[in-house]
């Protein structure tokens, strides 16, 4: 049993220390944001995400997981000090933004009384462990106090991040100090995961590397299937006929409106920043970052042919959150195509399972006109009286919808199936007219 302390309870902080505090150990979860505590002491969660409410409400029952704003109180006692914090793009060229990191370093130091090991969870820049020792030691209240860093980066995915921080495929440490990596490691022994032990700058670049890499899969398929709408070929099959060879393997080959989220568009951008910093020019990455810009605006083309103007059209959404089972609505690609829609005139109607309440608060932020977006309860009342449907998110319960119902609740019978959940051979005889991404029809 260890004592640890968690800064930062967002999708990555509370899913760590949930899950250290059912491995057993002593954990006390730390935010600044004294709402999120309060109503995390109340047994209510600032995030969803599946099989998390109950595991939390076991382990504070067990006496295991804590709960506080006072970094006084977190730091007490604690052995490991993991920083869970976010790193959104800055405003620097596509630079993360390192304040958040730097705070709770800051805090940290002021608070600190005992040797601890320091575990940067939060994805940085290569060379940000440098920054986390500096700021520590530079602002340590009793400079005699002794601590480590150690970068720990974070691979779990929302929507599955319970299983993925218990069966993870691997976990990285990098430190300059090995004795440090191997007390990180031992803590995550019961895991029985392969454990890569490296420098700090190899651990923070594996991050990275690994984003980017899957963003790069996505639009990399996703340049295939417009190759394959203009030539006859269907993108589906393709990804399909790909995904059986062990060398290329099936994931992240589902073409559609390309990536969003917390982690890959500000990832590949903080990547491809470091890149144009250190000299180089990272042209794949940009590339990436082109393709999946221009995805979305697909949905807009497919629209404005079939519909022409969209003035005065009411479009249909179906899905706000960036991906099914999780209620994040960082770099949606449901924002978009309502800001593009309502720009041009359309009136908006969306459901999502999960997903109103943080969508509405994204919309809002994004300036968008909430006049023109109207929430509903379900896909039908999306569908009643809609010029066109546009699914913009693959939760599962838009792939068993009563399409027959659905046609006929709307006024003109337009679907755009953005994650083509669909087949386009039945969707017709439902009367509709189909578009999928990239899955041409054939000579
Ligand atoms: P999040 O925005 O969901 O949560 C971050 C939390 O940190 C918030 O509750 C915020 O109030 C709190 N916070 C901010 N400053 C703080 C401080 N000084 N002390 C204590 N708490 C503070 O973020 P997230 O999605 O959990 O991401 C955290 C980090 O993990 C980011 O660097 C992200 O890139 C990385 N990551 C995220 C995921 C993911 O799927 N979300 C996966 C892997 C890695």
């Known amino acids: 049993m260890s004592n640890i302390c968690v800064l930062?309870?967002?999708y990555v902080g509370l899913v760590t220390g949930t899950c250290f505090a059912d491995m057993g150990n002593n954990v006390t979860c730390v935010d600044i944001i004294e709402e999120k505590i309060a109503k995390l002491k109340q047994g209510i969660l600032p995030i969803y995400e599946p099989g998390l409410e109950e595991m939390v409400e076991r382990n504070v029952h067990a006496g295991r997981l804590h709960f506080t704003t006072s970094y006084e109180e977190g730091l007490d006692n604690a052995e490991f000090i993991f920083i869970a914090v976010p790193t959104p793009t800055g405003a620097n060229q596509g630079a993360a933004d390192m304040r958040y990191v730097e705070?709770?370093?800051?805090?940290?130091?002021?608070?600190?009384?005992?040797?601890?090991?320091?575990?940067?969870?939060?994805?940085?820049?290569?060379?940000?462990?440098?920054?986390v020792s500096r700021v520590i030691r530079n602002n340590l209240k009793r400079p005699e106090v002794n601590f480590a860093v150690v970068s720990n980066p974070e691979f779990l995915r929302e929507g599955n991040a319970l299983g993925d921080f218990q069966r993870p495929d691997r976990v990285v440490l990098g430190s300059s100090d090995p004795e440090a990596a191997q007390s990180v490691a031992?803590?995550?022994?019961?895991?029985?995961?392969?454990?890569?032990?490296?420098?700090?700058?190899?651990?923070?670049?594996?991050?990275?590397?690994?984003?980017a890499f899957l963003a790069t899969k996505i639009?990399?398929?996703?340049?295939?299937?417009q190759i394959c709408e203009r030539l006859g070929a269907d993108v589906k099959e393709v990804a399909e006929g790909m995904g059986h060879d062990k060398r290329i393997g099936r994931a992240f080959l589902d073409a559609g409106l390309g990536y969003g989220g917390s982690c890959f568009p500000k990832d590949v951008r903080a990547l491809a920043h470091m890149?144009?910093?250190?000299?180089?020019?990272?042209?794949?990455?940009?590339?990436?970052?082109?393709?999946?810009?221009?995805?979305?605006?697909l949905v807009i083309n497919k629209l404005t042919n079939i519909l022409g103007s969209l003035r005065g059209c009411v479009i249909g959404v179906l899905g706000l959150a960036f991906k099914p089972n999780t209620d994040d609505m960082r770099e949606s690609a449901s924002i978009d195509i309502i800001r593009w829609v309502t720009a041009q005139g359309a009136t908006v109607r969306v459901y999502d399972p999960v997903a109103t309440e943080t969508g509405r608060a994204a919309l809002e932020r994004e300036g968008i006109n909430l006049d023109m977006v109207e929430f509903c309860q379900t896909s039908y009342d999306v569908a009643t009286g809609a010029d066109a449907l546009v699914i913009s998110t693959e939760w599962n319960e838009f792939k068993s919808l009563n399409m027959l119902q659905v046609r006929a609740a709307m006024r003109r019978p337009v679907l755009i199936d953005g994650r083509n959940i669909y087949e386009a051979t039945e969707m017709n005889r439902y009367g509709f007219i189909y578009r999928g991404i990239g899955r041409g029809t054939g000579p």
């Open 103 to 131: 705070t709770a370093a800051r805090m940290i130091a002021q608070e600190l009384d005992h040797y601890a090991i320091v575990i940067n969870k939060s994805t940085v820049p290569v060379g940000s462990g440098d920054v």
């Open 186 to 211: 031992r803590l995550y022994l019961p895991l029985r995961a392969p454990i890569l032990v490296t420098d700090i700058y190899t651990a923070e670049m594996i991050k990275y590397a690994s984003n």
């Open 219 to 225: 639009s990399f398929i996703n340049e295939i299937a």
């Open 8 to 10: 930062g309870t967002g």
């Open 275 to 297: 890149a144009d910093e250190a000299g180089l020019h990272p042209q794949m990455l940009h590339a990436v970052m082109d393709i999946n810009h221009d995805q979305r605006r």
